[in-house]
């Protein structure tokens, strides 16, 4: 009985160490960023996929919860490798491209195609299944699953 005791505790306990390092993995996700210059536009071009641009602020309280909750969720990160190249503008370390979308407020989202030219923008706090859905809606709106 006790070597059946012990077998039980050693396997619940590898079981917790899976778990915990699998939880490490996921939770270290997070959408691959990148600046604002032509390559990404480049990079949509070539891969044909749209851009997404996150709007943020260090001073923005929901943009932090986005970077915590949003952009680390599994299932918006496989729409963005999907279908986008994603782009990050943050106020305090680009003012001059936040100076061009002040008026969008913070958090905000951008999707452009390839090209630079606006598809849409959404301002405010958006939950994971939202922002899935926001970001499958206008790649079927641009004709395909596939662009």
Same mark, same amino acid.
Request: hydrophobic residues 45%; glycine residues 4%.
């Given at each position: 009985? $006790?070597?059946?005791? =012990? *077998?039980?505790?050693? *396997?619940? *306990?590898?079981?917790? =160490?899976? /778990? =915990? %390092?699998?939880?490490? *993995?996921?939770?270290?996700?997070?959408?691959? +960023?990148? #600046?604002?210059s032509e390559a990404p536009f480049a990079q949509a071009? %070539?891969?044909?996929?749209?851009?997404?641009?996150?709007?943020?602020?260090? +001073?923005?309280?929901?943009?932090?919860?986005?970077?915590?909750? #949003?952009?680390?969720?599994?299932?918006?990160?496989? %729409?963005?490798?999907?279908?986008?190249?994603?782009?990050? &503008?943050?106020?305090?370390?680009?003012?001059?491209? %936040?100076? !061009?979308? !002040?008026?969008?407020?913070?958090?905000?989202? &951008? &999707?452009?195609?390839?090209?630079? $030219?606006? /598809?849409?923008?959404? $301002?405010?706090?958006?939950?994971? @299944? +939202?922002?899935? +859905?926001?970001? @499958?809606? =206008?790649?079927?709106?641009?004709?395909?699953?596939?662009?």
């Amino acid at each position: 009985m $006790r070597g059946s005791h =012990v *077998l039980k505790i050693s *396997l619940f *306990l590898m079981l917790f =160490v899976v /778990l =915990v %390092a699998f939880t490490q *993995l996921v939770a270290g996700a997070s959408v691959p +960023w990148q #600046t604002w210059s032509e390559a990404p536009f480049a990079q949509a071009k %070539a891969e044909k996929k749209l851009v997404l641009v996150d709007l943020s602020a260090e +001073w923005c309280g929901f943009c932090k919860k986005m970077d915590a909750t #949003t952009w680390r969720d599994p299932q918006v990160l496989a %729409a963005i490798e999907k279908n986008y190249v994603p782009i990050k &503008i943050v106020d305090e370390k680009d003012p001059e491209l %936040a100076a !061009r979308y !002040r008026d969008y407020g913070r958090p905000a989202v &951008i &999707i452009m195609d390839a090209d630079g $030219r606006e /598809l849409m923008h959404k $301002r405010g706090y958006m939950k994971p @299944q +939202w922002m899935e +859905w926001l970001l @499958q809606a =206008v790649v079927q709106e641009q004709g395909s699953d596939e662009l």
